[in-house]
């Protein structure tokens, strides 16, 4: 079946570091990789997405390139902020006609200091 | 700009007790799903649901039940909480087009005495 492992937290940086956290899966066929961000209080939003081998997603000044061949989606940023403290979940899908479940990884805690 | 909408936020339960955790979302989406939230588990599926009147099983649906009477609501009831079900509750919803995009609400913080 569909996994997928995160690295443990919490990944404790000072403001202006470079952040990698590391997400890899397994999964039958060609699944789409997401990394969602949930904020302290609030629901998980999507942050990016990509949907084939070689794709990179990118959004607010966070990127993850879908690595095929060592099954990856590394999340990076070049320089992190205090506002992006925050919970990290990497996730799957299956790209189907129709609806289809995500499955999570366990989320990487991310705690930034000034 | 309600977007998903959680209710209660927080609730404290013996075991035994029932309860309904209400979700309600505004942005006409097909697709929703109910999740729990652990911690070093991260999120698991309970139920969801791809239209009015139709709902299936996730990965974890025992001890909870769902209905779909309208495209707006989707309820979670608990039927005889136990503390194993001690967690956060979370509900999403999305669309055919976009269904990976999901849009979270902001909780439901539920511990079983």
């Known amino acids: 079946g569909n996994s997928v492992t995160q690295m443990e937290g919490p990944v404790t940086l000072s403001e202006e570091a470079f952040l990698t956290i590391n997400c890899t899966y397994t999964a039958t066929g060609y699944p789409s990789l997401f990394w969602y961000v949930q904020y302290p209080g609030e629901g998980l939003q999507l942050l990016l997405k990509a949907t084939k081998a070689d794709d990179k997603g990118s959004n607010k000044g966070f990127e993850a390139t879908y690595r095929k061949e060592t099954t990856s989606f590394h999340l990076e940023k070049g320089s992190v902020q205090v506002s992006d403290s925050a919970v990290y979940f990497c996730?799957?899908?299956?790209?189907?006609?129709?609806?289809?479940?995500?499955?999570f990884g366990k989320g990487t805690m991310l705690l930034v200091s000034p | 700009n309600a977007g998903v909408t959680q209710t209660p936020k927080f609730q404290v339960l013996k075991t035994g007790q029932s309860m309904t955790l209400q979700c309600a979302q505004d942005m006409n989406h097909e697709y929703m799903s109910w999740y729990r939230q652990d911690p070093g588990m991260g999120l698991r599926l309970i139920h969801y649901s791809v239209g009015a009147g139709i709902t299936d099983q996730g990965e974890v649906p025992n001890g909870y039940n769902v209905s779909r009477s309208t495209t707006e609501d989707f309820p979670l009831r608990l039927l005889s909480a136990a503390p194993s079900q001690t967690s956060v509750y979370f509900c999403?919803?999305?669309?055919?087009?976009?269904?990976?995009?999901?849009?979270f609400g902001s909780g439901t913080q539920l511990s079983v005495l």
């Open positions: 999403a919803s999305s669309t055919p087009g976009q269904n990976e995009k999901l849009f």
């Open positions: 996730a799957l899908g299956p790209r189907v006609k129709g609806y289809s479940t995500l499955t």
